[in-house]
């Protein structure tokens, strides 16, 4: 399953760089597939969606950090925990009960993004 941020978000930015996905923006700001991955011009998502990588996408929130779940992995293929969770001052970065994916979809979905 993906993280979400909860509405107790301090706005601290902690967590962003610590994405390896560059799943986590700032409230407000727009997001991009290709932000921080390999995926470029259009692309089918693991999901079946198509989309334009380059293109930028509407935030999911405009008031504090999100979690793009099309692009978390819940850092799988890259550390041992969701390092947006392990940094986080206010414990707001949680499970997203409405992205359950596998431990499987969440390493293809870093696969796909990361060409190896």
């Known amino acids: 399953m993906a993280i979400v941020i909860t509405d107790e978000c301090i706005n601290c930015g902690a967590c962003e760089p610590e994405c390896p996905n560059t799943a986590i923006y700032e409230g407000a700001d727009d997001w991009r597939y290709a932000d921080g991955t390999d995926l470029e011009g259009n692309v089918v998502l693991p999901n079946g969606h198509e989309a334009n990588a380059e293109e930028p996408q509407e935030p999911i929130s405009d008031e504090i950090y999100y979690i793009v779940p099309d692009k ?5 293929g890259f550390h041992e925990e969701p390092q947006c969770a ?7 970065c949680v499970p997203d009960d409405d992205h359950v994916e596998s431990e499987e ?12």
């Open 72 to 76: 978390c992995t819940e850092c799988k």
């Open 86 to 92: 392990a940094v986080c001052p206010v414990d707001c």
């Open 105 to 116: 979809e969440l390493l293809e979905k870093q696969r796909f993004m990361h060409h190896e």
